[in-house]
């Protein structure tokens, strides 16, 4: 499965628009207690999954899931102490989240936790995509 290359570098919400977003990166271990943030630029960045929706954050058709994009986030802090706040009734690595413009819901699952613990080219470009910000190629 290949996935669609990022029409823009990194992921911005947009008002009026609700998004399917999964974090994509977790760090290793039986229970991860919190996302992996990376810092570029004193930025907090998460590295997303973004699904194909359609504006009001619906999944288009299944067969469309392979046009998931890869993109990393500069999350403010507002959106950070939003995810905290998620993540302590939500646990982010069970649940996607929707995204629309300020604001952050939970969804009621994951599209990333089965594809996450079979690796395969969605997770490899997360991790690529981790490293290169990481060496301040991205």
Request: proline letters at 12%; aromatic letters at 6%.
């Amino acid at each position: 499965m290949g996935f669609a290359p990022p029409s823009e570098p990194w992921y911005r919400p947009v008002v009026g628009r609700r998004d399917r977003l999964s974090l994509a990166l977790w760090p290793p271990g039986p229970d991860p207690a919190s996302p992996e943030f990376v810092q570029v630029d004193g930025r907090v960045v998460a590295v997303v999954i973004v699904w194909p929706t359609d504006e009001n954050g619906m999944l288009t058709e299944a067969s469309d899931l392979d046009k998931a994009r890869v993109l990393p986030w500069v999350v403010s802090d507002e959106a950070l102490a939003r995810l905290a706040e998620v993540h302590g009734t939500w646990h982010l690595a069970q649940h996607d989240l929707w995204v629309c413009g300020d604001t952050i819901t939970p969804c009621p699952r994951s599209l990333m936790r089965p594809m996450a613990e079979h690796p395969g080219p969605l997770r490899r470009h997360a991790t690529q995509l981790r490293e290169d910000l990481l060496q301040g190629l991205a």
